[in-house]
């Protein structure tokens, strides 16, 4: 139920090559997680891989608004307003549908309550791995407004009010927490979920996340208008990059504790910025990813070399991944004794989710008439069937939203 992700008709492959990366990343975290090998052993070699994998999830969800600017943004230009907000329609409900799968997965492994699964499904509970379902139900969700806030206004407000959200950090923080009442559990994940009042955080909140996705569509901007044949538009992306470089490079030195630098890289490996949706998290990812997008861009789509294209399978069926990716690990007993049989199996683990993440890409645009040619046709016929199925519920949805936002 997953469709094509790809950036700009495969026109930005440094950016999917980034965005499948950083998939392929989480996933491989999620694994090692499975597999026990962070309690099993510390080092600082994995402590420098845990402080990679924190780029992950902004990169991914930076990388969202990146499409959101390269293919969306073009179709509403194009008059073509009212499909591209049902497609996002369509893809919130299907996130909906995989996360509430991955929720009744959990509780069929053993590993949740009923209460906690309904809760879940209902999209008020708190989910290992899959909880960044769960915030691109509301990303998708939002998304045509950011569009139509996007062409009507421009990038320089959104990203203002990005900066804004990050800078309002002590004031969130300052907001008392809701006293213990009935329904207080309710009323305190609504919190958590908007603007992260906890402090424990798997995903970004709500306001914060949609700020890495409007950083992100000015990072697709810059990576598009780079490739285009304009000079005067690549000389503007090179200076909107170098501002947006110079200002999260600045921020982020500027909050580093440098009396111990040591202790911020342990800080942002161990997640503890993450789960406060501090600022230096953001910046600091925001560094990350400018940086190889930049380098991206440059190997992929100016140079032509071709070494990250056998991953990019992964960005093309990342709801599928992100789904039944880890609907595997929720499956898999505490097997390891030791460190080294942790690392062996967290690396059988990410093989097996790469596998059949590659097979379901590789079924749905394999030839009807090659390997497997039944199987593989039903399949197509099966996915298609499905996608019009969400397609036409989400249809008098997307219709209004699109008309009430002037997108068609």
Not at 213 to 238: C, E, K, L, P, Y
Request: aromatic share 12%; with cysteine; hydrophobic share 55%.
């Amino acid at each position: 139920m997953t469709p094509k992700a790809t950036i700009g008709q495969n026109r930005l492959q440094g950016v999917d090559f980034c965005r499948s990366a950083a998939i392929l990343i989480a996933m491989f975290s999620h694994s090692m997680a499975t597999s026990g090998l962070a309690d099993l052993h510390d080092s600082p070699l994995l402590t420098s891989v845990k402080f990679l994998i924190h780029f992950a999830a902004p990169t991914f969800i930076a990388l969202f608004g990146a499409m959101l600017e390269v293919a969306y943004l073009s179709r509403i230009r194009s008059g073509q307003g009212g499909a591209a907000v049902n497609r996002l329609m369509s893809r919130a409900l299907q996130c909906y549908l995989l996360y509430a799968l991955s929720v009744l997965a959990l509780f069929v492994a053993g590993n949740n309550t009923i209460e906690g699964t309904l809760r879940g499904v209902a999209l008020f509970g708190y989910m290992p791995y899959t909880d960044i379902l769960r915030f691109y139900v509301y990303a998708l969700l939002l998304a045509p407004l950011l569009l139509a806030l996007r062409n009507r206004f421009g990038l320089a407000p959104l990203l203002i009010a990005a900066a804004l959200v990050q800078l309002a950090y002590p004031l969130l923080k300052a907001i008392p927490d809701i006293p213990e009442m009935r329904g207080g559990y309710y009323l305190n994940y609504i919190a958590n979920a908007l603007y992260g009042a906890a402090d424990a955080n798997q995903v970004p909140s709500l306001i914060h996340g949609l700020s890495l996705v409007v950083f992100g569509m000015a990072v697709g901007n810059i990576a598009s208008n780079w490739m285009s044949g304009d000079q005067a538009r690549r000389r503007g992306a090179t200076r909107l990059y170098a501002t947006l470089l110079a200002v999260t490079g600045v921020a982020t030195a500027m909050m580093w504790n440098w009396t111990a630098p040591s202790a911020t890289v342990d800080d942002l490996a161990m997640g503890v910025l993450r789960g406060l949706n501090h600022p230096l998290y953001y910046s600091s990812a925001a560094v990350g990813i400018l940086l190889a997008v930049a380098l991206g861009t440059y190997l992929l789509d100016v140079r032509k070399m071709g070494f990250g294209k056998p991953f990019l399978f992964a960005g093309r069926t990342s709801l599928f991944t992100f789904s039944f990716g880890n609907i595997l690990l929720f499956f898999i007993p505490p097997l390891a004794r030791n460190a080294g049989e942790a690392l062996a199996i967290a690396l059988v683990l990410f093989g097996l989710i790469c596998l059949q993440s590659w097979l379901f890409d590789w079924a749905k645009s394999a030839r009807p008439d090659g390997a497997g040619a039944p199987l593989v046709s039903w399949f197509q016929e099966a996915l298609r069937g499905m996608t019009a199925v969400v397609s036409r519920l989400v249809n008098g949805l997307a219709r209004n939203y699109s008309r009430m936002l002037k997108l068609a």
